[in-house]
């Protein structure tokens, strides 16, 4: 079993000792999540700093305060939307 999981790690992929499937896909998710998190803070320091330099300390933070607040609203609303059994509020 050590052989395998040696070569798959080599390979690019990872297999699961308890059932034995192969994940191609944890790199891939990886590189995403490294390359969003990157570019939102790229794209957060422009923006925050252009306000700061416009509108003073006191508007970059309001910026910042809605910033996270729209977050915490996203990550609720996308928690309730993967719940199972959950009926949706959406019509359309």
Do not use: E, K
């Amino acid at each position: 079993m050590g052989d395998v999981l040696r070569r798959g790690r080599r390979s690019g992929c990872t297999r699961d000792p308890t059932n034995g499937t192969v994940d191609f896909h944890r790199g891939s998710a990886s590189g995403i999540y490294l390359a969003c998190h990157f570019l939102g803070r790229i794209v957060g320091s422009v923006v925050l700093g252009q306000l700061f330099d416009r509108a003073g300390w006191t508007a970059c933070v309001a910026g910042f305060g809605a910033t996270l607040a729209a977050a915490v609203l996203l990550a609720v609303r996308l928690t309730l939307a993967s719940r199972p059994g959950q009926v949706s509020q959406h019509t359309d």
